[in-house]
T-cell receptor
Framework: GQQLNQSPQSMFIQEGEDVSMNCTSS?????WLWYKQDPGEGPVLLIA?????ELTSNGRLTAQFGITRKDSFLNISASIPSDVGIYFC????????FGAGTRLTVKP | DSGVTQTPKHLITATGQRVTLRCSPR?????VYWYQQSLDQGLQFLIQ???????AKGNILERFSAQQFPDLHSELNLSSLELGDSALYFC???????????FGPGTRLLVL
Protein backbone atom coordinates (compact mmCIF):
# COMPACT_ATOMS: atom_id res chain seq x y z
CA GLY A 1 0.00 0.00 0.00
CA GLN A 2 0.89 3.67 -0.17
CA GLN A 3 3.35 4.95 2.40
CA LEU A 4 3.50 8.48 1.08
CA ASN A 5 0.91 11.12 1.89
CA GLN A 6 0.53 13.41 -1.08
CA SER A 7 -1.56 16.56 -0.96
CA PRO A 8 -3.65 18.10 -2.21
CA GLN A 9 -5.59 15.33 -3.91
CA SER A 10 -6.76 17.71 -6.63
CA MET A 11 -6.38 21.34 -7.62
CA PHE A 12 -8.40 23.60 -9.90
CA ILE A 13 -6.50 26.73 -10.80
CA GLN A 14 -6.53 29.58 -13.30
CA GLU A 15 -3.90 29.78 -16.01
CA GLY A 16 -0.99 31.87 -14.79
CA GLU A 17 -1.34 30.89 -11.13
CA ASP A 18 1.39 29.15 -9.17
CA VAL A 19 0.87 25.62 -7.83
CA SER A 20 2.32 23.87 -4.84
CA MET A 21 2.00 20.23 -3.83
CA ASN A 22 3.83 18.11 -1.30
CA CYS A 23 4.55 14.64 -0.06
CA THR A 24 5.28 13.44 3.44
CA SER A 25 6.24 10.10 4.84
CA SER A 26 6.98 8.45 8.15
CA UNK A 27 9.96 6.77 6.47
CA UNK A 28 13.26 8.19 5.35
CA UNK A 29 14.07 8.04 1.65
CA UNK A 30 17.37 8.36 -0.20
CA UNK A 31 15.80 9.78 -3.35
CA TRP A 32 12.67 11.81 -4.04
CA LEU A 33 11.22 12.00 -7.52
CA TRP A 34 8.33 13.81 -9.14
CA TYR A 35 6.50 12.38 -12.14
CA LYS A 36 3.69 13.68 -14.33
CA GLN A 37 1.17 11.37 -15.94
CA ASP A 38 -1.13 12.30 -18.80
CA PRO A 39 -4.32 10.23 -19.25
CA GLY A 40 -3.57 6.74 -20.60
CA GLU A 41 0.17 7.39 -20.70
CA GLY A 42 3.10 6.33 -18.56
CA PRO A 43 4.51 8.62 -15.86
CA VAL A 44 7.22 10.94 -17.12
CA LEU A 45 10.04 11.96 -14.82
CA LEU A 46 10.07 15.69 -14.08
CA ILE A 47 12.66 16.12 -11.34
CA ALA A 48 14.88 13.79 -9.31
CA UNK A 49 16.36 14.81 -5.95
CA UNK A 50 19.24 12.87 -4.42
CA UNK A 51 20.37 14.88 -1.40
CA UNK A 52 18.61 16.19 1.71
CA UNK A 53 18.02 19.93 1.39
CA GLU A 54 18.54 19.86 -2.38
CA LEU A 55 16.52 22.40 -4.36
CA THR A 56 16.29 21.69 -8.08
CA SER A 57 14.56 23.50 -10.92
CA ASN A 58 13.43 22.32 -14.33
CA GLY A 59 11.98 25.26 -16.23
CA ARG A 60 8.91 26.45 -14.35
CA LEU A 61 9.14 23.51 -11.95
CA THR A 62 11.01 23.62 -8.65
CA ALA A 63 11.27 20.76 -6.18
CA GLN A 64 12.98 20.32 -2.84
CA PHE A 65 14.19 17.29 -0.88
CA GLY A 66 13.27 17.92 2.76
CA ILE A 67 16.00 18.19 5.39
CA THR A 68 14.48 15.32 7.39
CA ARG A 69 14.45 13.15 4.22
CA LYS A 70 10.79 12.46 4.96
CA ASP A 71 9.19 15.03 2.70
CA SER A 72 9.39 16.85 -0.61
CA PHE A 73 7.48 19.57 -2.40
CA LEU A 74 6.92 20.55 -6.01
CA ASN A 75 6.09 24.06 -7.18
CA ILE A 76 4.90 25.00 -10.65
CA SER A 77 5.06 28.68 -11.50
CA ALA A 78 2.86 30.54 -13.99
CA SER A 79 0.77 27.49 -14.89
CA ILE A 80 -0.31 26.87 -18.48
CA PRO A 81 -3.04 24.57 -19.88
CA SER A 82 -0.58 21.80 -20.79
CA ASP A 83 0.33 21.45 -17.10
CA VAL A 84 -2.93 19.53 -16.72
CA GLY A 85 -2.38 15.98 -15.52
CA ILE A 86 -1.66 13.90 -12.45
CA TYR A 87 1.52 14.58 -10.54
CA PHE A 88 3.03 11.78 -8.47
CA CYS A 89 5.73 11.98 -5.88
CA UNK A 90 7.90 8.93 -5.30
CA UNK A 91 10.34 8.10 -2.57
CA UNK A 92 13.05 5.54 -3.07
CA UNK A 93 15.11 3.66 -0.55
CA UNK A 94 15.24 0.07 -1.71
CA UNK A 95 12.07 -0.08 -3.76
CA UNK A 96 10.10 2.94 -4.85
CA UNK A 97 6.86 4.06 -3.20
CA PHE A 98 4.41 6.41 -4.86
CA GLY A 99 2.02 8.99 -3.52
CA ALA A 100 -1.62 8.77 -4.58
CA GLY A 101 -1.19 11.71 -6.95
CA THR A 102 -2.37 15.30 -7.30
CA ARG A 103 -4.80 15.87 -10.16
CA LEU A 104 -4.21 19.33 -11.62
CA THR A 105 -6.78 21.15 -13.73
CA VAL A 106 -5.85 24.48 -15.32
CA LYS A 107 -8.59 26.74 -16.59
CA PRO A 108 -7.58 28.97 -19.52
CA ASP B 1 9.79 8.85 -25.45
CA SER B 2 11.43 7.19 -22.43
CA GLY B 3 13.05 4.40 -24.43
CA VAL B 4 11.04 1.73 -22.60
CA THR B 5 8.69 -0.21 -24.87
CA GLN B 6 5.68 -2.28 -23.88
CA THR B 7 3.46 -4.57 -25.91
CA PRO B 8 0.62 -4.91 -26.46
CA LYS B 9 -0.80 -1.43 -25.90
CA HIS B 10 -4.29 -2.77 -25.31
CA LEU B 11 -5.53 -6.21 -24.34
CA ILE B 12 -9.09 -7.43 -23.92
CA THR B 13 -9.72 -10.87 -22.51
CA ALA B 14 -12.17 -12.90 -20.47
CA THR B 15 -12.19 -13.99 -16.85
CA GLY B 16 -10.21 -17.13 -16.19
CA GLN B 17 -7.83 -16.52 -19.07
CA ARG B 18 -4.07 -16.00 -19.02
CA VAL B 19 -2.14 -13.16 -20.68
CA THR B 20 1.49 -12.16 -21.10
CA LEU B 21 2.67 -8.57 -21.12
CA ARG B 22 6.06 -7.74 -22.57
CA CYS B 23 8.56 -5.02 -21.73
CA SER B 24 11.86 -3.99 -23.29
CA PRO B 25 13.96 -1.74 -21.06
CA ARG B 26 16.02 1.25 -22.17
CA UNK B 27 19.29 0.31 -23.80
CA UNK B 28 21.82 -0.46 -21.09
CA UNK B 29 19.33 -0.65 -18.21
CA UNK B 30 19.62 -3.80 -16.12
CA UNK B 31 16.61 -3.36 -13.84
CA VAL B 32 13.00 -3.83 -14.85
CA TYR B 33 10.05 -3.00 -12.62
CA TRP B 34 6.35 -3.81 -13.01
CA TYR B 35 3.52 -1.67 -11.64
CA GLN B 36 -0.25 -1.93 -11.64
CA GLN B 37 -2.47 1.15 -11.80
CA SER B 38 -6.21 0.66 -11.35
CA LEU B 39 -8.70 3.33 -12.39
CA ASP B 40 -7.99 6.62 -10.62
CA GLN B 41 -5.50 4.91 -8.34
CA GLY B 42 -1.83 5.37 -7.71
CA LEU B 43 0.90 3.05 -8.85
CA GLN B 44 1.24 -0.24 -7.02
CA PHE B 45 4.68 -1.82 -7.21
CA LEU B 46 4.53 -5.47 -8.22
CA ILE B 47 8.04 -6.78 -8.76
CA GLN B 48 11.59 -5.87 -9.76
CA UNK B 49 14.20 -7.84 -11.69
CA UNK B 50 17.87 -6.96 -11.89
CA UNK B 51 20.03 -8.60 -14.53
CA UNK B 52 17.78 -11.64 -14.72
CA UNK B 53 17.26 -12.16 -11.01
CA UNK B 54 14.26 -11.22 -8.90
CA UNK B 55 15.33 -8.37 -6.59
CA ALA B 56 12.24 -7.04 -4.86
CA LYS B 57 8.64 -8.05 -4.54
CA GLY B 58 5.69 -5.81 -3.80
CA ASN B 59 1.97 -6.42 -3.82
CA ILE B 60 2.05 -9.12 -6.48
CA LEU B 61 -0.67 -11.76 -6.41
CA GLU B 62 0.22 -15.45 -6.57
CA ARG B 63 -1.69 -15.65 -9.87
CA PHE B 64 0.88 -13.23 -11.33
CA SER B 65 4.45 -14.07 -12.21
CA ALA B 66 7.28 -12.39 -14.06
CA GLN B 67 10.70 -13.12 -15.45
CA GLN B 68 13.58 -11.29 -17.05
CA PHE B 69 15.35 -12.95 -19.94
CA PRO B 70 19.08 -12.93 -20.85
CA ASP B 71 18.47 -10.12 -23.36
CA LEU B 72 16.97 -8.18 -20.39
CA HIS B 73 13.44 -7.95 -21.71
CA SER B 74 10.79 -8.94 -19.21
CA GLU B 75 7.40 -10.58 -19.28
CA LEU B 76 4.59 -10.33 -16.76
CA ASN B 77 2.22 -13.29 -16.77
CA LEU B 78 -1.27 -12.87 -15.39
CA SER B 79 -3.36 -16.02 -14.98
CA SER B 80 -6.87 -16.96 -13.81
CA LEU B 81 -7.83 -13.41 -14.61
CA GLU B 82 -10.55 -11.69 -12.63
CA LEU B 83 -12.58 -8.57 -13.38
CA GLY B 84 -10.59 -6.69 -10.76
CA ASP B 85 -7.36 -7.29 -12.67
CA SER B 86 -8.47 -4.74 -15.25
CA ALA B 87 -5.90 -1.97 -15.00
CA LEU B 88 -2.97 -0.25 -16.62
CA TYR B 89 0.24 -2.23 -16.25
CA PHE B 90 3.45 -0.25 -16.47
CA CYS B 91 6.98 -1.38 -16.88
CA UNK B 92 9.88 0.84 -15.84
CA UNK B 93 13.62 0.42 -16.15
CA UNK B 94 16.74 1.83 -14.51
CA UNK B 95 20.46 1.38 -15.07
CA UNK B 96 21.16 -0.28 -11.72
CA UNK B 97 19.40 -1.67 -8.71
CA UNK B 98 18.17 1.52 -7.04
CA UNK B 99 18.30 4.31 -9.56
CA UNK B 100 15.78 6.63 -11.16
CA UNK B 101 13.12 4.71 -13.07
CA UNK B 102 11.85 5.52 -16.55
CA PHE B 103 8.38 4.31 -17.45
CA GLY B 104 6.99 2.73 -20.58
CA PRO B 105 3.65 3.73 -22.12
CA GLY B 106 1.78 0.91 -20.39
CA THR B 107 -0.52 -1.93 -21.37
CA ARG B 108 -4.22 -1.39 -20.75
CA LEU B 109 -5.82 -4.68 -19.75
CA LEU B 110 -9.57 -5.12 -19.77
CA VAL B 111 -11.01 -8.33 -18.33
CA LEU B 112 -14.63 -8.96 -19.30
Amino acid sequence: GQQLNQSPQSMFIQEGEDVSMNCTSSSIFNTWLWYKQDPGEGPVLLIALYKAGELTSNGRLTAQFGITRKDSFLNISASIPSDVGIYFCAGQRVDMRFGAGTRLTVKP
Amino acid sequence: DSGVTQTPKHLITATGQRVTLRCSPRSGDLSVYWYQQSLDQGLQFLIQYYNGEERAKGNILERFSAQQFPDLHSELNLSSLELGDSALYFCASSPGREETQYFGPGTRLLVL
